[in-house]
């Protein structure tokens, strides 16, 4: 439970450590100081630890989706040919970024709750020739499912010449990801989910191909200007002011990271969704959305006639525990209740507790 009493259930943005909310506390410092260059050093070198990258990290000021706009604005440029593959609301944004800058992508997409089948990704490519890049997601809160990267990547460089992009800004610190070992040419993040710190970061890993792409892109970029960020990095700094206080936060929540170990973070990630939906098949028997879960979150399916909007209002006006909704279609149809970053057991308890108050076994709403 965070300091106002409340609990947050929703994938984003998550609860934060005391030691995060402390370090944000702190007194500003200026940007273009010793004091920031070092901490700045070492959130990037941190973040490589994350990412299991020994190539290029790069800090914005933005949310996840900035993120997600600055890795096509950087590596495509007018014309070129891409291939994104959507499970969800998010596979949705990556195709929408690419139509706001006139890019016209093949779209494969999948039922929402599926991941991207492995097969239908070859046969795509085989049809599709002179790809430039094909974009993923990692996880999509929308639908609460994990695609198989390690899988996926290794079929796209089979098959192509393409760079692989992915969309980890849900997945990063909370499933598991090896940048270099699977070939990932970009991979694109947020600071306010797995990372546990507040909204504000945008983070990209690249590749050698990628920063080579980088230089021959030909999109339009001023801000997110890949160029410009990377030649900052040997000052320590960012060439725009960055959110500082954000900043300092993350490197206090990447110590956390680091102390307690990448893979032990995975691994609780892992028994926390056990826990979750073990509690919700026990407690509610409602049916899971994801037919390919991931460890972030869980999404059950609410039964016809009960009100999937009013009763996640209730529960945040009465008992303080934010639970998410549906997105788009699934709006008032599903609950989506998360269990990453410093979201604890006790916390996820708290939820499937508010829920079963307000809902019979059989899911109907009690009375």
Excluded at 84 to 112: N, S
Excluded at 296 to 312: E, H, R, S, W
Excluded at 332 to 360: E, F, N, P, Q, T
């Amino acid at each position: 439970m965070n300091a106002a009493g409340r609990i947050m259930l929703t994938p984003g943005p998550t609860p934060l450590p005391p030691e995060v909310l402390e370090a944000m506390s702190r007194p500003l410092i200026h940007h273009r100081t010793e004091e920031f260059g070092a901490l700045f050093a070492q959130v990037i070198e941190d973040m490589k630890w994350v990412y299991r990258t020994r190539g290029t990290v790069l800090m914005m000021t933005c949310s996840g989706t900035g993120a997600m706009e600055s890795a096509v604005v950087n590596l495509l440029s007018p014309g070129d040919a891409t291939l994104v593959c959507t499970t969800g609301a998010f596979g949705d944004r990556f195709v929408a970024i690419h139509r706001a800058f006139g890019l016209k992508p093949e779209v494969l997409a999948f039922e929402w709750g599926r991941a991207v089948d492995a097969d239908a990704l070859r046969a795509k490519l085989r049809a599709l020739k002179g790809l430039r890049a094909v974009f993923f997601q990692h996880t999509d809160t929308s639908t609460g499912i994990v695609n198989d990267l390690k899988t996926l990547a290794k079929i796209v460089h089979e098959e192509s010449d393409a760079l692989v992009v992915v969309d980890s800004v849900s997945g990063l610190a909370c499933e598991p990801l090896e940048t270099d070992a699977w070939g990932l040419d970009a991979v694109l993040t947020g600071s306010q989910k797995g990372l546990m710190n507040a909204p504000g970061l945008g983070f990209a890993a690249l590749s050698p191909r990628a920063l080579k792409a980088v230089e021959a892109a030909g999109l339009p970029r001023f801000n997110f200007d890949y160029r410009l960020i990377a030649k900052s990095l040997a000052d320590r700094e960012t060439p725009w002011t960055p959110a500082i206080s954000i900043v300092v936060g993350q490197a206090a929540a990447l110590k956390l990271l680091r102390a307690e170990g990448l893979e032990a973070v995975w691994r609780r990630h892992d028994a926390l969704a056990a826990h979750a939906r073990e509690r919700l098949q026990k407690t509610l028997g409602l049916p899971f959305f994801a037919k390919d879960p991931a460890n972030i979150l869980t999404g059950v399916v609410l039964p016809a006639g009960v009100d999937g909007n009013k009763l996640l209002a209730d529960i945040l006006r009465e008992d303080g525990i934010s639970i998410a909704g549906g997105q788009m279609h699934l709006k008032g149809k599903i609950a989506r209740l998360a269990h990453m970053a410093y979201i604890s057991r006790a916390d996820v308890d708290a939820g499937v507790d508010a829920l079963a108050r307000r809902l019979a076994p059989t899911g109907e709403v009690r009375r």
